[in-house]
Protein backbone atom coordinates (compact mmCIF):
# COMPACT_ATOMS: atom_id res chain seq x y z
CA UNK A 1 0.00 0.00 0.00
CA UNK A 2 2.73 2.17 -0.53
CA UNK A 3 1.64 5.70 -2.39
CA UNK A 4 5.01 6.20 -4.51
CA UNK A 5 5.92 4.64 -7.72
CA UNK A 6 10.00 3.76 -8.47
CA UNK A 7 11.75 2.10 -11.69
CA UNK A 8 12.93 -0.96 -10.08
CA UNK A 9 16.82 -0.94 -10.61
CA UNK A 10 19.17 1.74 -12.26
CA UNK A 11 23.10 1.85 -13.35
CA UNK A 12 25.29 4.78 -12.73
CA UNK A 13 28.57 5.33 -13.49
CA UNK A 14 31.24 5.87 -10.96
CA UNK A 15 31.77 10.00 -10.30
CA UNK A 16 28.40 10.69 -12.22
CA UNK A 17 25.44 11.86 -10.60
CA UNK A 18 22.60 9.70 -9.89
CA UNK A 19 19.12 10.81 -10.70
CA UNK A 20 16.45 8.74 -9.18
CA UNK A 21 12.78 9.35 -9.91
CA UNK A 22 10.05 8.94 -7.72
CA UNK A 23 6.32 9.50 -8.49
CA UNK A 24 3.74 10.14 -5.65
CA UNK A 25 0.55 11.47 -7.67
CA UNK A 26 -1.88 11.07 -4.54
CA UNK A 27 0.52 12.71 -2.52
CA UNK A 28 -1.55 15.45 0.28
CA UNK A 29 -0.69 18.84 1.31
CA UNK A 30 0.65 17.92 4.65
CA UNK A 31 2.65 14.67 3.58
CA UNK A 32 6.28 14.82 2.92
CA UNK A 33 8.79 13.02 1.16
CA UNK A 34 11.16 10.51 2.41
CA UNK A 35 14.05 9.08 0.59
CA UNK A 36 15.98 6.28 2.69
CA UNK A 37 18.57 4.04 1.39
CA UNK A 38 19.32 -0.15 2.66
CA UNK A 39 22.95 -0.56 1.47
CA UNK A 40 22.97 -4.94 0.92
CA UNK A 41 21.43 -6.39 4.41
CA UNK A 42 22.12 -3.73 6.90
CA UNK A 43 19.34 -1.48 8.27
CA UNK A 44 17.94 1.17 6.25
CA UNK A 45 19.32 4.98 6.46
CA UNK A 46 17.80 7.82 5.97
CA UNK A 47 18.68 10.47 3.51
CA UNK A 48 16.76 13.47 3.52
CA UNK A 49 13.01 14.46 3.33
CA UNK A 50 11.11 17.39 1.61
CA UNK A 51 7.49 19.16 1.81
CA UNK A 52 8.36 21.36 -1.27
CA UNK A 53 10.91 23.66 -1.64
CA UNK A 54 14.26 21.71 -2.75
CA UNK A 55 16.55 20.52 -0.10
CA UNK A 56 20.11 19.29 0.23
CA UNK A 57 22.28 18.01 2.99
CA UNK A 58 25.50 16.31 3.20
CA UNK A 59 24.21 13.22 1.36
CA UNK A 60 22.28 14.53 -1.14
CA UNK A 61 20.31 16.88 -3.11
CA UNK A 62 15.87 16.56 -3.23
CA UNK A 63 14.37 18.13 -6.08
CA UNK A 64 10.64 17.62 -5.78
CA UNK A 65 7.96 19.43 -8.73
CA UNK A 66 6.04 22.52 -7.88
CA UNK A 67 3.03 20.55 -8.47
CA UNK A 68 4.59 18.01 -5.85
CA UNK A 69 3.37 14.94 -7.88
CA UNK A 70 7.27 13.99 -8.24
CA UNK A 71 10.35 14.01 -7.37
CA UNK A 72 14.03 13.45 -7.66
CA UNK A 73 16.81 12.50 -5.53
CA UNK A 74 20.06 13.40 -6.90
CA UNK A 75 23.41 11.63 -5.66
CA UNK A 76 25.89 14.37 -6.99
CA UNK A 77 29.14 12.01 -7.62
CA UNK A 78 28.59 8.54 -6.91
CA UNK A 79 30.55 5.73 -5.57
CA UNK A 80 30.62 2.14 -5.10
CA UNK A 81 28.93 2.28 -1.97
CA UNK A 82 26.05 4.14 -2.82
CA UNK A 83 25.12 0.88 -4.70
CA UNK A 84 21.79 0.41 -2.41
CA UNK A 85 18.08 0.16 -2.75
CA UNK A 86 16.72 3.44 -2.58
CA UNK A 87 12.92 4.16 -1.37
CA UNK A 88 10.77 6.98 -1.73
CA UNK A 89 7.87 7.28 0.89
CA UNK A 90 5.50 9.57 1.27
CA UNK A 91 4.54 10.59 5.06
CA UNK A 92 2.90 13.13 7.63
CA UNK A 93 5.92 14.77 9.01
CA UNK A 94 3.85 14.16 12.63
CA UNK A 95 2.37 12.26 14.65
CA UNK A 96 2.19 8.62 15.28
CA UNK A 97 2.63 7.26 11.58
CA UNK A 98 4.95 4.65 10.44
CA UNK A 99 6.96 5.21 7.39
CA UNK A 100 5.32 2.43 4.37
CA UNK A 101 8.01 1.06 2.43
CA UNK A 102 7.49 0.10 -1.05
CA UNK A 103 9.77 -2.21 -3.64
CA UNK A 104 12.44 0.83 -3.59
CA UNK A 105 15.36 1.55 -6.79
CA UNK A 106 17.82 -1.03 -6.84
CA UNK A 107 20.86 1.17 -7.61
CA UNK A 108 23.99 -0.46 -8.73
CA UNK A 109 27.24 2.09 -9.30
CA UNK A 110 29.22 0.91 -11.96
CA UNK A 111 33.38 1.32 -11.99
CA UNK B 1 25.86 8.27 21.17
CA UNK B 2 25.44 5.06 20.11
CA UNK B 3 23.01 4.15 17.48
CA UNK B 4 20.04 1.60 18.08
CA UNK B 5 21.16 -2.05 19.23
CA UNK B 6 19.57 -4.88 18.13
CA UNK B 7 20.46 -8.72 19.89
CA UNK B 8 21.01 -11.27 18.81
CA UNK B 9 22.34 -10.51 15.41
CA UNK B 10 21.76 -13.82 14.23
CA UNK B 11 19.60 -16.51 16.04
CA UNK B 12 19.19 -20.15 15.05
CA UNK B 13 15.74 -22.02 16.39
CA UNK B 14 13.95 -25.43 15.68
CA UNK B 15 10.16 -25.10 15.00
CA UNK B 16 8.33 -24.84 17.99
CA UNK B 17 10.94 -22.90 20.02
CA UNK B 18 10.61 -19.03 21.01
CA UNK B 19 12.52 -16.41 19.81
CA UNK B 20 12.63 -12.95 21.65
CA UNK B 21 14.36 -10.18 19.87
CA UNK B 22 15.59 -7.08 21.66
CA UNK B 23 15.83 -3.54 20.53
CA UNK B 24 17.39 -0.78 22.39
CA UNK B 25 16.53 2.77 21.05
CA UNK B 26 19.39 5.81 21.01
CA UNK B 27 19.52 7.47 24.12
CA UNK B 28 16.39 10.13 23.90
CA UNK B 29 14.72 8.07 21.85
CA UNK B 30 10.70 7.47 22.96
CA UNK B 31 9.45 5.52 19.86
CA UNK B 32 10.51 2.38 18.73
CA UNK B 33 9.19 0.51 15.47
CA UNK B 34 10.05 -2.68 14.60
CA UNK B 35 10.07 -3.89 10.59
CA UNK B 36 10.34 -7.44 9.12
CA UNK B 37 12.55 -7.94 6.02
CA UNK B 38 11.71 -11.74 4.45
CA UNK B 39 14.57 -12.57 1.65
CA UNK B 40 14.60 -10.63 -1.39
CA UNK B 41 12.18 -8.78 -0.05
CA UNK B 42 10.91 -5.16 1.24
CA UNK B 43 10.82 -4.15 4.61
CA UNK B 44 7.07 -4.76 6.37
CA UNK B 45 6.31 -2.35 8.90
CA UNK B 46 5.02 -4.73 11.48
CA UNK B 47 4.29 -2.34 15.19
CA UNK B 48 4.82 1.29 16.62
CA UNK B 49 5.55 1.35 20.49
CA UNK B 50 6.25 4.22 22.84
CA UNK B 51 7.37 3.57 26.59
CA UNK B 52 4.45 1.25 27.65
CA UNK B 53 2.10 1.54 24.96
CA UNK B 54 1.31 0.22 21.40
CA UNK B 55 0.45 2.44 19.15
CA UNK B 56 0.11 0.81 15.88
CA UNK B 57 0.14 -2.70 15.41
CA UNK B 58 -1.56 -3.10 12.33
CA UNK B 59 1.49 -5.37 10.54
CA UNK B 60 1.91 -7.40 13.48
CA UNK B 61 0.49 -11.58 12.75
CA UNK B 62 -2.35 -12.02 14.81
CA UNK B 63 -1.15 -15.08 16.51
CA UNK B 64 2.18 -15.64 18.01
CA UNK B 65 3.46 -12.42 17.45
CA UNK B 66 3.63 -9.89 20.37
CA UNK B 67 5.81 -6.76 21.46
CA UNK B 68 6.35 -4.69 24.13
CA UNK B 69 8.25 -1.20 25.01
CA UNK B 70 8.51 -1.55 28.96
CA UNK B 71 9.04 1.41 31.32
CA UNK B 72 12.81 0.36 32.16
CA UNK B 73 14.80 -1.77 29.66
CA UNK B 74 14.40 -2.47 25.91
CA UNK B 75 11.57 -3.43 23.03
CA UNK B 76 11.40 -6.95 23.01
CA UNK B 77 9.69 -8.66 19.78
CA UNK B 78 8.60 -11.86 20.71
CA UNK B 79 7.65 -14.72 18.29
CA UNK B 80 6.01 -17.76 19.80
CA UNK B 81 6.21 -21.02 17.98
CA UNK B 82 8.52 -20.07 16.09
CA UNK B 83 8.25 -22.10 11.81
CA UNK B 84 10.12 -21.81 8.94
CA UNK B 85 8.37 -19.02 7.43
CA UNK B 86 9.65 -16.70 10.18
CA UNK B 87 13.11 -16.38 9.18
CA UNK B 88 13.84 -13.36 8.34
CA UNK B 89 15.97 -9.92 9.15
CA UNK B 90 14.25 -7.98 11.97
CA UNK B 91 14.46 -4.68 11.75
CA UNK B 92 14.09 -1.97 14.70
CA UNK B 93 14.26 1.88 14.37
CA UNK B 94 13.84 4.53 16.97
CA UNK B 95 12.79 8.40 17.06
CA UNK B 96 13.07 10.84 19.38
CA UNK B 97 9.73 12.47 20.61
CA UNK B 98 9.40 14.62 18.34
CA UNK B 99 9.11 12.55 15.64
CA UNK B 100 9.93 14.18 12.39
CA UNK B 101 9.94 10.86 10.24
CA UNK B 102 13.71 10.33 10.89
CA UNK B 103 14.23 6.94 11.74
CA UNK B 104 17.55 5.33 13.15
CA UNK B 105 17.62 1.51 12.40
CA UNK B 106 19.55 -0.91 13.96
CA UNK B 107 21.50 -3.73 12.07
CA UNK B 108 19.29 -6.16 12.47
CA UNK B 109 18.43 -9.37 13.80
CA UNK B 110 18.64 -12.77 11.41
CA UNK B 111 16.21 -15.18 12.69
CA UNK B 112 16.79 -18.67 11.18
CA UNK B 113 14.05 -21.68 11.70
CA UNK B 114 15.22 -24.71 11.30
Avoid at chain 1, 15 to 37: D, F, K, M, Q
Avoid at chain 1, 42 to 68: C, F, V, W
Avoid at chain 2, 87 to 99: T, V
Wanted: aromatic content about 8%; overall charge positive.
Amino acid sequence: DAKTTQPPSMDCAEGRAANLPCNHSTISGNEYVYWYRQIHSQGPQYIIHGLKNNETNEMASLIITEDRKSSTLILPHATLRDTAVYYCIVRVAEGAQKLVFGQGTRLTINP
Amino acid sequence: NAGVMQNPRHLVRRRGQEARLRCSPMKGHSHVYWYRQLPEEGLKFMVYLQKENIIDESGMPKERFSAEFPKEGPSILRIQQVVRGDSAAYFCASSPPLDTGELFFGEGSRLTVL
